[in-house]
């Protein structure tokens, strides 16, 4: 029986006949060529890595690794990998129905394969193997239109990703890709020869893919890639950088910003201390203008965490951090102005009281702003601030310089917001201040109390001019007269009457 297993595997060929060899893949159904690559020419290596050196038809199966001698199954591993280069049209379910079947057999076998043998893999295994993972991954990627999407209204659940037809195949590739990176038998000096740069850049650019399965194992894969090969890193940063400067400020258009973000976020949670000044170049000109783009709750969660990462590395961060989430504040996004609130609450958890003082008046110069809004969530998100036990700790070491900045907008929360939910937490955080530091309420309140006063004198004079323009304007028409346009009033003169 052996014998006749043995019998029908094809036999060594010359170098010659090396050289000319093909995979030729028909058709069964009707004999029309479907794919043909040439097999690289091995003629430099030793007898041991030879292939087989044949015309492999999908007509005629290859045998298992079971029916083959351990000394052949790497060979035969390295001519299933040649028959697993033919591309197939996944868009039509009905075709090749046959060849798709073996080439998906073919693709478990070799990734059951890499997963169990104890064999170190040889050069010619690991550059065999990253072509075929090439050749079937890396492929343009189309997907609809996306300036059609209306980019303010993003619910992640909601929305109907595109799933590629071809996933069942790619699924396997990517398994076999992922097996290879992660297994002992893959030697990492060797391997990076294979998983250069360009591998890991057209990697990469997978992540724009619209199938979500696709960028949850790409996601996988780099990651691992990052973890083994230690000369790749500093390249792996740099090229997730350049694809985070396009999106801010050119496209605003990516798929895989949040895989990616999540991946650097290990990343970051693994960098030794003190950090290096190119990571902190990274957190100014990469990560903190990642809240400008409208389309930032589809990554928020994954950013925010990358944030919190670096300030608890280096707690004088948070000094920098801050400053950059109120340069980049939306004044026009009610939703996003309650992330923003929520991430300045968790960087302000981990920072340290120094820090604290250094941005804590532009901080609540502008959640005094917040408390101020029309709109209750925001108003509302801002007071929880002071439900935080740390943050209201600070809060109260800090409360001569915090509270004269808030005073307004909570006095004005508790006597006008609409909101009955804003009015009893603003009533709150006013009695919290009354016990704490009655002097300094006091103070306040009066301060306070003399504004208001001025401004509404102010404002019956102001309502007193419009009103004699008014008069003058209405006796001018009664005479005949042109009335004199207020509108037409030189701004210098118009600001001298308010």
């Not at 006063?453 to 102001?462: G, H, I, L």
Request: aromatic residues 10%; charged residues 25%; contains cysteine.
């Amino acid at each position: 029986m052996i014998k006749q297993i043995l019998g029908r595997l094809p036999r060594k060929s010359s170098k010659s006949e090396h050289r000319d060899a093909t995979i030729v893949i028909e058709n069964s159904s009707n004999g029309s060529l479907i794919s043909s690559r040439s097999v690289p020419q091995l003629h430099n290596l030793s007898s041991d890595h030879a292939i087989y050196k044949h015309n492999v038809s999908y007509d005629s199966p290859l045998p298992g690794f079971r029916q083959v001698p351990s000394s052949e199954r790497q060979n035969l591993f390295i001519e299933k990998l040649n028959l697993c280069c033919v591309m197939f049209d996944f868009s039509d379910p009905s075709k090749n129905l046959k060849e798709k079947e073996i080439k998906r057999q073919t693709l478990l076998e070799l990734v059951d394969y890499v997963s169990s043998t104890n064999l170190n893999f040889s050069e010619v295994v690991m550059q065999e193997i990253t072509r075929t993972v090439s050749l079937n991954i890396f492929r343009p990627l189309t997907s609809p239109p996306r300036e059609n999407k209306i980019l303010d209204s993003f619910d992640g659940e909601e929305e109907e990703s595109a799933m590629d037809p071809a996933w069942p195949h790619l699924q396997i590739v990517y398994e076999l890709l992922l097996r290879f990176v992660t297994s002992p038998q893959t030697e990492s000096k060797l391997a990076k020869r294979h998983i250069d740069h360009s591998f890991v850049l057209q990697l990469l650019d997978l992540f724009d893919s619209e199938d979500p399965r696709e960028r949850e194992y790409l996601k996988t894969i780099l990651h691992r890639i990052y973890g083994k090969f230690m000369v790749h890193r500093p390249f792996i940063r740099k090229a997730i950088n350049n694809i985070f400067y396009r999106f801010i400020f050119e496209t605003e258009k990516h798929n895989g910003i949040a895989e990616l973000l999540e991946i650097l976020g290990s990343i970051i949670n693994g960098f030794a201390l003190p950090l290096k000044e190119e990571h902190k170049l990274f957190l100014v000109r990469a990560l903190i203008p990642l809240h400008k783009p409208k389309c930032i709750p589809l990554y928020y969660q994954q950013l925010a965490y990358c944030i919190a990462q670096f300030v608890e590395k280096d707690g004088k961060l948070a000094e920098t951090v801050i400053g950059g989430l109120l340069k980049c504040w939306p004044l026009t996004n009610s939703s996003k102005e309650v992330m923003f609130l929520g991430e300045i609450e968790e960087v302000l958890e981990v920072t340290q009281p120094a820090e604290f003082q250094r941005c804590v008046v532009p901080l609540f110069s502008r959640i005094a702003r917040c408390l101020n809004s029309s709109h209750f969530q925001v108003a509302e998100r801002a007071l929880f601030f002071w439900n935080n036990e740390p943050i209201e700790k600070m809060i109260k070491e800090n409360r001569r310089v915090i509270l004269p900045i808030i005073f307004p907008a909570l006095e004005r929360n508790t006597r006008y917001h609409w909101n009955a939910a804003v009015q009893s937490l603003a009533m709150n955080v006013r009695r919290m201040f009354a016990e704490l530091d009655p002097e300094l309420f006091e103070e306040c309140l009066q301060r306070f109390e003399k504004e208001e006063a001025e401004s509404q004198d102010n404002r019956a004079r102001r309502d007193g001019v419009w009103r004699r323009l008014e008069e003058m304007a209405a006796s001018k028409v009664s005479q005949g007269d042109h009335p004199v346009l207020v509108h037409s009033l030189a701004p210098s003169h118009a600001s001298s009457f308010c």
